[in-house]
């Protein structure tokens, strides 16, 4: 990416246990930092990930997230397995609203969200990829949602976000078998954008960011709201939907 200053961000001052943050001019650079756990989405680490992304909704300077993982194995896992186990049915419900709540607000946000999926790429992470605006992948990556296997089923969101990338017919496929794509398979699946070399994965996203935070943040906040509400409203709405945030940014 370049040389480039290095600031302070509103997102870099909060204190996270799971997560590293670096602020790249207008592009932040999200590190999830579990390697150990392989970078599961434990409930910790759900409320730091909400916290983070929320707090972007106050920071227009920030055009653009990448997300990394730490470690070469893995970029998510899914949610921490031993942590659903402890769970009471009622609690259940209470972890599956965190997940939606976290994704909720990616998806709300004004900035783009590029995921950097090397590695596993499994379930709830899954869920979290798709909840970014683009994914690349690098050429090493695996990509599935195992939750049939298991035994449970996806509480996330999982079912519609893959429907809409892929649609019905392969995301049946994909559930009900809970194949493992590899990431040629993936990009022919609609899934993620493009796959590149592992070596080359972290210059790709960075580079991408970074054209991305040469347009206005206006456009981009704009462009994504209305790409993510066309896929809830019919056409008449969606027009009505268009005009109104088109005016209330003027």
């Known amino acids: 990416m370049g040389e480039t200053e290095r600031e302070t961000s509103p997102s870099q001052a909060l204190s996270f246990k799971y997560l590293v943050v ?57 949610a921490d397995i031993k942590e659903l186990y402890r769970l009471n049915k009622h609690d259940a419900l209470w972890f599956s609203d965190l997940g939606h709540t976290l994704f909720n607000t990616m998806e709300g946000i004004p900035q783009i969200l590029i995921a950097a999926i090397d590695g596993y790429c499994m379930g709830g992470g899954f869920d979290f990829s798709m909840a970014c605006d683009i ?15 298991m035994g449970i089923i996806t509480g996330f969101g999982g079912t519609q976000r893959l429907k809409r990338l892929t649609g019905i017919r392969r995301a049946k496929e994909l559930f009900f078998t809970a194949r493992i794509l590899s990431a040629q398979e993936a ?24 054209s991305i935070a040469q347009r206005s943040q206006w456009q981009l906040s704009v462009i994504k709201s209305l790409l993510n509400r066309s896929l809830d409203l019919d056409r008449r709405s969606f027009f009505d939907y268009q005009i109104y945030s088109m005016l209330a940014r003027c």
């Open 187 to 210: 990009y022919t699946y609609g899934i993620v954008h493009k796959v590149v070399e592992h070596d080359k994965l972290k210059e790709t996203v960075f580079n991408m960011a970074s």
């Open 135 to 149: 994914r690349i992948a690098s050429h090493r990556a695996k990509i599935a949602h195992t939750a049939c296997k």
């Open 22 to 78: 670096e602020r790249l001019g207008a592009v932040l650079h999200l590190c999830i930092n579990r390697p150990q756990q392989m970078n599961t989405l434990s409930i910790d680490t759900l409320k730091e990930l909400t916290t983070f992304f929320s707090s972007l909704k106050y920071q227009p300077e920030i055009k653009a997230v990448v997300i990394t993982s730490s470690g070469d194995k893995v970029f998510v896992a899914g």
